[in-house]
């Protein structure tokens, strides 16, 4: 029913990511009309990364993106994409908080690793919470994580205002996290950025065998001794760590983005998790150095929302060109199934006609009508017609005489190997099912097409005594529009 | 700080908003849905920055209308994500409003150019703004008018389709047998989020939203098994909300920060924040205070904890 369902409703599917690249190319368009487009020389000078600071940025930004792919990843797998929003959100208050004692007992508070440590403290508080939340009420997942993503919100803008009238509280350097400053980035913040990346990396390395059963069955996991609540920590700790290096780069908005979007693309590419997740990192690091480069040329546009585009872009390109569940791949597949579906009913209808009303002499040389054939299933409306067409286009049948068809070899081949799964099945189910022979013809209508070679077997060995020595039983049933016609 | 009829007017909105976003937000927990209202308010940035683009004005009516399209296309295109790309539910709302909040980041960044805006008022809300101008230029602030007229269309339209709304929460199929449209329902309630998140954004801000949606009523979810006084007590909860959020960014909360900073400028916290932080502080009172209760008579009522 659902292959069904999909085939029906794709054009209107694809509307909708058509309407996405509209949105998006309207943004795109509309930028470059509104910031000169950059000479060659610009696009030169940032290209071979000749300023050293564009250096840094890149560097930084595209480590961020490959490792945000590869905890995503496990996240995505473990179906908390939408925990690393209330993460990222739950940072908010930690950095107010660290940035007032920075500046009463250090006398500054802008800086990075004070106010890295008071987001990670905070994000990991929200975890818990949640966690607490979800335990110790009847509250579900979802509403536990939209209640510490806002609460945590509004308690660090509340922080944040009065922060912003301290006197030394210039506030625009703690927005840069709100909305994200990559250009800012510092080579001290670079090589921040890189040990925690690296960290990260070790830890999802080492860990990678305890992740891949708590990803696919964490209550195996938990039934074999894993310690899976541990697990979870480990993992929503890793994803704090990525959040909070992200937060410079992209604004703890957006950070989540980077989490949740290069490996839901990447699933459709593969099925494999380690192929998941190389794909994934590739998504985050090609996003990250696209965004930069594009907001190195347009310097007006917000760096983190060109990286979150950039891999909006690679996400609805994967979903409509994936080679694993891409939805062009999987509407292919569909349609071939039910094109070779309806093939094989139109050669069993034209055999068991033929099986009525034909010369017997042989299957070959015995000629048919359209309406012949039309009486014996239920066909909508040009079903028939075309799966004749198609047929004859792919040598099932022959047509000699304009109107009058007859079965090709190949084709009376397929015909004879479906009419004698059919029939198999449908003795099978009459002598072992004990389903009345009036009622089996629907079933193995559903069945003949899937048969594989070794339940056939089976199907022979089950029947050896029957008349299934015979090349084609006969029909346990009478036959539809066969009233004249002598069949069993 | 003294408590002026400034103050009065702006607990009374945030008052009128918190009812008003607790009508939606309850069946939005019963729908399993609660991080729609935050994709949600993400998401209506790029249908205000195209509106804004399209038509170069300020319009209110013209805002409106394109974050409400905006948001109701967030609910579509992840659903559309969902069910065509197989994709995990919540993994399908985030790729969709991340990707909507960019895009209105960018667009914003625009319109700057055009037209006096900044993604800050969206996302924080300025309810003390909005509330001086309106006082000082009609008497009643507009934003008042606003969440009155809110607040009674969402009234209308729980009271209008209460049974529908019901059915369609706790048991869709059922609903589906008695010839009730639980998906058309659904869609519905998805409506009701979008228009009122877009309706009180501008006063209180996207955040803020989110708290107003899930957080009273999930209080009040923990308090009662009856829809009927869950709608209730989610109001109430709302109302009280309001009122402490306020009154903790006038005084205690900057107290506090004077005495632990030493600083005497600071005056006020932004009361839009606090009432999302109030909000928290009384969900937690209430969790903690049940689970107290519940450990003292263990023989008491069924622990409702699973």
């Known amino acids: ?488 | 700080m003294e408590w002026t009829a400034l103050d009065g007017w702006i607990v009374a909105t945030g008052t009128l908003l918190a009812m008003a976003c607790a009508l939606p937000g309850t069946f939005l927990i019963l729908n399993r849905q609660s991080m729609l209202g935050d994709g949600i308010s993400h998401a209506v940035l790029p249908g205000i920055a195209i509106a804004f683009l399209l038509t170069g004005s300020r319009d209110w009516t013209f805002m409106l209308a394109g974050a409400v399209v905006a948001g109701v296309l967030t609910g579509v295109i992840s659903n559309a994500i969902e069910k065509y790309g197989k994709v995990e539910s919540g993994a399908a709302l985030g790729v969709t409003f991340c990707s909507l909040f960019a895009l209105g980041l960018v667009l914003i960044r625009i319109a700057a150019d055009q037209v006096e805006i900044h993604a800050d008022c969206v996302l924080y809300g300025t309810l003390e703004t909005a509330v001086i101008d309106g006082v000082i230029n009609s008497g009643v602030p507009q934003v008042a008018w606003q969440a009155i007229a809110l607040l009674l269309a969402n009234a209308l339209l729980v009271l209008l389709f209460y049974k529908e709304l019901k059915i369609a929460s706790f048991d869709p199929d059922l609903a589906e047998s008695q010839g009730i449209p639980a998906g058309r329902i659904k869609f519905g309630i998805t409506m009701m989020t979008a228009i009122t998140t877009v309706m009180a954004f501008e006063a209180v801000g996207s955040i803020l939203i989110i708290a107003l949606l899930i957080v009273p009523a999930s209080t009040a979810i923990l308090l009662s098994h009856r829809l009927p006084v869950i709608l209730v007590l989610a109001c109430g909860i709302g109302m009280l909300t309001a009122f402490v959020g306020h009154w903790l960014a006038m005084a205690p909360f900057p107290w506090l920060m004077r005495e632990l900073s030493g600083l005497e400028s600071l005056s006020s916290a932004s009361s839009t924040g606090m009432m999302a932080a109030a909000c928290g502080l009384i969900f937690i009172l209430v969790l903690i205070t049940q689970r107290v209760l519940q450990r003292q008579m263990p023989s008491g009522q069924p622990s409702t904890s699973s």
């Open chain 1, 1 to 488: 029913m659902n292959d069904i369902t999909i085939l029906r409703t794709t054009p209107r599917s694809l509307i909708f990511v058509l309407f996405g690249f509209w949105i998006l190319n309207f943004g795109l368009a509309n930028a470059a009309e509104l910031h000169q487009l950059p000479s060659a020389t610009d696009i030169w000078r940032v290209l071979s990364l000749q300023d050293h600071n564009t250096r840094i940025v890149f560097i930084g930004t595209a480590l961020f993106g490959a490792v945000g792919g590869m905890v995503g990843t496990f996240l995505l797998l473990r179906k908390r994409s939408l925990m690393s929003d209330t993460i990222s959100h739950a940072t908010l208050p930690g950095i107010g908080i660290a940035f007032i004692i920075g500046e009463l007992f250090f006398g500054f508070g802008k800086s990075l690793p004070l106010l890295m440590f008071g987001a990670a403290v905070t994000g990991l508080a929200g975890m818990g919470m949640v966690v607490a939340i979800r335990t110790c009420s009847k509250i579900k997942d979802d509403a536990a994580l939209a209640i510490v993503l806002s609460v945590f919100f509004g308690l660090g803008i509340a922080l944040i205002t009065v922060v912003q009238q301290m006197p030394s509280g210039n506030a625009a350097g703690l927005e840069g996290f709100i909305y994200g400053k990559a250009a800012s980035m510092t080579v001290s913040d670079g090589w921040l950025i890189f040990g925690a990346a690296l960290a990260a990396g070790l830890v999802c390395f080492f860990l990678y065998k305890e992740f891949t059963v708590l990803c696919f069955d964490s209550s195996f996991a938990a039934s074999q001794g894993w310690p899976v609540l541990l697990l979870d920590v480990a993992l929503l700790a890793l994803i704090t760590i990525v959040t909070v290096i992200g937060l410079q780069a992209v604004g703890l908005l957006l950070v989540v983005a980077m989490m949740i979007i290069p490996p839901a693309a990447a699933r459709f590419w593969t099925e494999r998790l380690d192929m998941t997740l190389l794909i994934s990192m590739g998504f985050g690091f090609v996003s990250g150095l696209l965004g930069v480069f594009a907001s190195a040329l347009f310097p007006r546009l917000p760096a983190g929302a060109i990286i979150v585009l950039v891999s909006a872009l690679l996400f609805f390109l994967s979903m409509v060109l994936g080679g694993a569940r891409g939805m062009w791949f999987r509407y292919y597949e569909h349609r071939e199934l039910s094109r070779r579906v309806r093939r094989q009913h139109l050669l069993r209808s034209i055999y068991e006609w033929l099986e009525v009303h034909g010369k017997r002499t042989d299957l070959l040389d015995d000629e048919f009508t359209l309406n012949d054939i039309r009486q014996f299933r239920a066909w909508t409306p040009g079903e028939l017609e075309t799966s004749l067409q198609r047929a004859l286009q792919r040598d099932f049948l022959g047509e000699d005489h304009p109107g009058r068809y007859h079965l090709t070899g190949k084709g009376a081949r397929d015909a004879l190997r479906v009419v004698r799964n059919h029939r198999l099945w449908e003795l099978f189910l009459i002598k072992y099912a004990d389903i009345a022979p009036g009622k089996v013809d629907r079933d193995a209508d559903a069945v003949e097409h899937i048969l594989e070679p070794d339940i056939l077997q089976e199907l022979e060995a089950l029947l050896e005594d029957e008349d299934t020595r015979k090349r084609i039983p006969l029909s346990p049933h009478r036959l539809n529009g066969a009233l004249n016609g002598g069949t069993t």
